[in-house]
Nanobody
Framework: QVQLVESGGGLVQAGGSLRLSCAAS????????MGWYRQAPGKQRELVAT???????NYADSVKGRFTISRDNAKNTVYLQMNSLKAEDTAVYYC?????????????WGQGTQVTVSS
């Protein structure tokens, strides 16, 4: 059974940085694409960033140039480095895993971690 466990959320001031981590177990991590979604109160869930098994990344326009997704296959971990945070980045962030090396659809979700950016 696949488990995705996020950590690293918290409260930060606008302009600050946070790094989210997601430890994966129960699957062959290095052949799966990974992603990060977020959902703010009253808003639809948004795909923030994805990374293929080969390391190709993709970002939502709202976070391009500020967020970086990366992966460490030796540690079965994916990261989301978030810089220049804005109040509108406040949301629950979810780690996700795709069913293949390219991000076509989401197969598994983590439990989420809260990120709050104070203005």
């Amino acid at each position: 059974q696949v488990q995705l466990v996020e950590s690293g959320g918290g409260l930060v001031q606008a302009g600050g940085s946070l790094r989210l981590s997601c430890a994966a177990s129960g699957s062959i991590f290095n052949i799966r694409a990974m992603g990060w979604y977020r959902q703010a109160p009253g808003k639809q869930r948004e795909l923030v960033a994805t990374i293929t098994s080969g390391g190709i990344t993709n970002y939502a326009d709202s976070v391009k140039g500020r967020f970086t997704i990366s992966r460490d296959n030796a540690k079965n971990t994916v990261y989301l480095q978030m810089n220049s945070l804005k109040a509108e980045d406040t949301a629950v962030y979810y780690c996700t895993q795709a069913s293949s090396g390219y991000y076509m659809s989401t197969s598994y979700w983590g439990q989420g971690t809260q990120v709050t950016v104070s203005s």
